[in-house]
């Protein structure tokens, strides 16, 4: 039987709406990059472990231009992933099944048909989909009701579930993360605990202390269950919708905004490949780098990837559009080029990160964050920017100067 091994999970403040097609269908092009620098880079493995970290997940979001703390990003970017990916599944060895509502529930027949095609088990796999849905939905009864369900799969049988839940009591969502160990045998329990908003007293029928009720209502006594202890991370966003300095490593944030507006790509040996990309592209592509070859520490502040890509809504600033197509354009080519052989233009972009790695040893952040966000807002209409309220406008006294 197949491991069971829940990640971690995110508590998020309830956003509606829709993704704009704009913003949809870039997100698509920048995840299908992201997704195969990390494939050449790591191996398709390393894919299922990014997605079923939360953090990542959410800086992931982020760095796409979505609300950098909402429940959409979950829909989104699971959505953007399987628009991208699944055509190159073959090719890519990475398949993404279920979604939101109805699609969720089409899971199984989609695990089946991929079985078909690899020779997985198939019946195995449906089985680890729906005991990750109940264990969440049902075994767990904290106040949250499932209503997505995405299940990633690698032609190696590795997969992460990502489900998220709805509660209407608290206006909030909670997503889950599962993560696969290979075939060893089914865990009686699969948190380490149950992380969340402390909202009262929960049913929770995976603990050792239910095992009396569990052997009267399940019947897996035919091995004995290995107890698996997991490190469970657990992530809360804010209630508020804004960007704040509190949100963000200021350190880390400055450092980037420093290398792109007072350093030019020129001054630096590693970036000559990438010649002609202007400070502002420099600064998002320094984030995409980090979401692509950052270690799991670098992930904890999620808000401040969104200064790569701004939000949909407007906050911190609104989508760079021409920016963002310079960016997918930019590392596109770069993964084309390590497909073929020809990595360098792939390794300037990874030493991008470690240059921006390293100027933080010594820099001390002194910056006005709002005057930051200001700045970018104010520039945003020169890079295209737009929202979900239509595109950005030069601020009155340049808007002047245009007449």
Same mark, same amino acid.
């Given at each position: 039987?197949?491991?069971?091994?829940?990640?971690?999970?995110?508590?998020?403040?309830?956003?509606?709406?829709?993704?704009?097609?704009?913003?949809?269908?870039? %997100?698509?092009?920048?995840?299908?990059?992201?997704?195969?620098?990390?494939?050449?880079?790591?191996?398709?493995?390393?894919?299922?472990?990014?997605?079923?970290?939360?953090?990542?997940?959410?800086?992931?979001?982020?760095? %796409?231009?979505?609300?950098?703390?909402?429940?959409?990003?979950?829909?989104?970017?699971?959505?953007?992933?399987?628009?991208?990916?699944?055509?190159?599944?073959?090719?890519?060895?990475?398949?993404?099944?279920?979604?939101?509502?109805?699609?969720?529930?089409? /899971?199984?027949?989609?695990?089946?048909?991929?079985?078909?095609?690899?020779?997985?088990?198939?019946?195995?796999?449906?089985?680890?989909?729906?005991?990750? +849905?109940?264990?969440?939905?049902?075994?767990?009864?904290?106040?949250?009701?499932?209503?997505?369900?995405?299940?990633?799969?690698?032609?190696?049988?590795?997969? /992460?579930?990502?489900?998220?839940?709805?509660?209407?009591?608290?206006?909030?969502?909670?997503?889950?993360?599962?993560?696969?160990?290979?075939?060893?045998?089914?865990?009686?329990?699969?948190?380490?605990?149950?992380?969340?908003?402390?909202?009262?007293?929960?049913?929770?029928?995976?603990?050792?202390? +239910?095992?009396?009720?569990?052997?009267?209502?399940?019947?897996?006594?035919?091995?004995?269950?290995?107890? %698996?202890?997991?490190?469970?991370?657990?992530?809360?966003?804010?209630?508020?919708?804004?960007?704040?300095?509190?949100?963000?490593?200021?350190?880390?944030?400055?450092?980037?905004?420093?290398?792109?507006?007072?350093?030019?790509?020129?001054?630096?040996?590693?970036?000559?490949?990438?010649?002609?990309?202007?400070?502002?592209?420099?600064?998002?592509?320094?984030?995409?780098?980090?979401?692509?070859?950052?270690?799991?520490?670098?992930?904890?502040?999620?808000?401040?990837?969104?200064? +790569?890509?701004?939000?949909?809504?407007?906050?911190?600033?609104?989508?760079?559009?021409?920016?963002?197509?310079?960016?997918?354009?930019?590392?596109?080519?770069?993964?084309?080029?390590?497909?073929?052989?020809?990595?360098?233009?792939?390794?300037?972009?990874?030493?991008?990160?470690?240059?921006?790695?390293?100027?933080?040893?010594?820099?001390?952040?002194?910056?006005?964050?709002?005057?930051?966000?200001?700045?970018?807002?104010?520039?945003?209409?020169?890079?295209?920017?737009?929202?979900?309220?239509?595109?950005?406008?030069?601020?009155?006294?340049?808007?002047?100067?245009?007449?």
């Amino acid at each position: 039987m197949l491991v069971l091994k829940r990640s971690g999970s995110t508590d998020l403040p309830l956003h509606y709406g829709h993704v704009p097609t704009w913003l949809a269908q870039r %997100m698509a092009k920048l995840g299908l990059a992201i997704t195969e620098a990390i494939i050449v880079e790591y191996g398709k493995a390393e894919v299922l472990r990014r997605l079923s970290n939360p953090f990542w997940f959410q800086s992931l979001g982020a760095v %796409m231009g979505m609300d950098w703390h909402s429940s959409g990003i979950t829909t989104s970017v699971m959505g953007a992933l399987k628009k991208s990916i699944n055509p190159l599944s073959k090719e890519l060895g990475i398949y993404i099944c279920g979604g939101k509502g109805k699609y969720s529930r089409e /899971t199984p027949n989609e695990l089946l048909k991929i079985a078909d095609q690899t020779g997985l088990n198939g019946m195995e796999l449906v089985r680890s989909s729906k005991l990750s +849905a109940k264990v969440d939905n049902t075994a767990i009864q904290d106040g949250f009701q499932l209503y997505l369900h995405s299940f990633i799969l690698s032609s190696e049988g590795d997969w /992460t579930v990502v489900q998220q839940g709805m509660s209407n009591n608290s206006s909030t969502a909670r997503r889950y993360h599962w993560h696969s160990e290979g075939l060893k045998s089914f865990v009686e329990e699969p948190h380490t605990g149950i992380c969340g908003i402390n909202q009262g007293k929960i049913l929770n029928l995976t603990s050792n202390e +239910a095992d009396k009720t569990r052997q009267v209502m399940m019947s897996i006594t035919e091995e004995d269950p290995l107890k %698996m202890i997991a490190e469970v991370q657990k992530l809360i966003m804010p209630a508020h919708h804004d960007v704040q300095a509190k949100d963000i490593d200021l350190k880390r944030l400055g450092s980037i905004l420093w290398l792109a507006q007072e350093k030019k790509p020129a001054d630096f040996e590693e970036l000559l490949l990438l010649e002609g990309m202007g400070p502002r592209t420099l600064q998002s592509m320094a984030l995409v780098s980090e979401v692509i070859y950052g270690t799991p520490s670098r992930f904890n502040d999620p808000a401040r990837y969104s200064f +790569a890509h701004g939000g949909k809504d407007g906050h911190p600033f609104p989508v760079p559009v021409h920016v963002y197509d310079e960016t997918i354009a930019i590392l596109s080519k770069a993964v084309e080029k390590a497909k073929i052989g020809h990595a360098d233009k792939q390794q300037a972009i990874k030493s991008l990160h470690q240059i921006t790695k390293r100027a933080e040893n010594n820099f001390i952040p002194n910056m006005d964050f709002d005057k930051v966000i200001e700045k970018e807002r104010s520039e945003s209409w020169k890079y295209g920017g737009r929202t979900i309220f239509g595109k950005a406008k030069p601020p009155k006294n340049q808007q002047l100067k245009l007449f």
